[in-house]
């Protein structure tokens, strides 16, 4: 294998473990706090999306038993 660069020369486990793990140590907390906003943010719209339909349930139920016709939709 004839690899140019940085890496070049370096045993396996320098690119594949050591790395990495620094990686994880020295931007971790990044990596974390960056998780936890795109788990927040996703939670947040699938409980607008929740709340948005249960809201067009309820107005949808009473409004169609409030009218007399029933076949608006």
Do not use: N
């Not at 706090?33 to 788990?39: D, K, N, P, Q």
């Amino acid at each position: 294998m004839a690899e140019k660069g940085f890496l070049a020369g370096l045993p396996w486990w320098v690119k594949w473990i050591a790395l990495p793990v620094l990686v994880l140590v020295v931007f971790g907390s990044l990596i974390m706090s960056l998780l936890g906003f795109v788990i927040s943010l996703l939670f947040k719209a699938l409980l607008l999306v929740a709340l948005v339909a249960g809201l067009v349930f309820v107005v949808r139920k009473f409004t169609s038993s409030s009218s007399s016709s029933r076949g608006d939709w």
